[in-house]
């Protein structure tokens, strides 16, 4: 059932990847974009990014969601309580580069499209590294997996055509829902497993600058089915530990990607 799922992304990809992408990025859900403090996030992320191009670019950029947005200690950007000490890892792990994460909380993958199209990668930005995790609210709201595969694909190709120097990292959706014992049913879990499968599938071998990367082994226990609560209470947020346990995840990727990383545990600095 997997490997099918996999060969018919792979397939659909092949045949009408680029008028599909270019749709499913304009066919975006209103809900949040008609929200003013969502509207109002995008519009400081766009002078963030100016800004940063003035003074010559980023090295490092995260873009996605609440995840990536827990990474500025706020949600909708406004502080909140399971955002506690995500700033901190943050600036402990890339303080030393000039970097930035523009999430916002809910956003779906053409959300983020829209966002990057409307000024977030602006002109100049030129990051030597753009970290993509996105997708676990897509599959949240039910869209087909195929759907949410073509539209990380629309993220990662746009990133690459506005700014062709830049290396991309894919990170996983992260494991989401409750799940007390391995063998209790959880669809959105094995609805993840089947898109990040597609995902990798569709960048292996592809594009030497961009990389795909799963870390969701180290948020479950033995059974791979099972989230630690330690490193995400709510089973879909990472905790301040779960930042942490993310940040050493994709910290050997970084420095193949040429960034340089703190030598100790970021969990040993904190």
Not at 140 to 155: E, H, N, S
Not at 170 to 192: C, F, Q, S, V, Y
Request: net charge negative.
């Amino acid at each position: 059932m997997a490997l099918r799922f996999v060969l018919t992304v792979v397939a659909l990809l092949l045949v009408v990847a680029p008028v599909f992408t270019a749709e499913y990025g304009l066919n975006y859900p209103r809900d949040l974009m008609s929200s003013p403090q969502w509207m109002q996030l995008h519009k400081q992320f766009v002078l963030e990014a100016k800004e940063a191009a003035d003074k010559g670019g980023l090295d490092l950029l995260f873009v996605g969601d609440s995840i990536t947005e827990t990474w500025r200690g706020t949600e909708y950007s406004k502080d909140c309580m399971r955002c506690k000490g995500a700033p901190q890892v943050f600036k402990k792990m890339y303080g030393h580069l000039k970097a930035a994460a523009f999430g916002i909380a809910g956003d779906n993958t053409p959300h983020l499209l829209w966002r990057l199209k409307d000024g977030e990668l602006a002109e100049g930005l030129s990051p030597k590294v753009v970290v993509v995790l996105i997708g676990t609210n897509d599959v949240y709201m039910k869209r087909d997996q195929a759907d949410v595969v073509v539209g990380i694909q629309g993220v990662v190709d746009h990133i690459r055509e506005v700014s062709p120097d830049t290396k991309v990292l894919i990170t996983a959706i992260l494991p989401r829902g409750e799940t007390k014992h391995p063998r209790d049913p959880n669809p959105i879990h094995d609805t993840i497993n089947l898109v990040n499968e597609g995902v990798e599938a569709m960048w292996k071998d592809k594009d030497p600058n961009v990389r795909f990367h799963n870390c969701n082994v180290n948020f479950l226990d033995k059974s791979e089915r099972v989230i630690k609560r330690s490193l995400m209470p709510d089973y879909v947020h990472p905790s301040f530990e779960g930042h942490q346990e993310w940040a050493e995840c994709i910290k050997p990727v970084l420095e193949d990607l040429g960034l340089p990383m703190p030598k100790k545990e970021v969990r040993d600095e904190l």
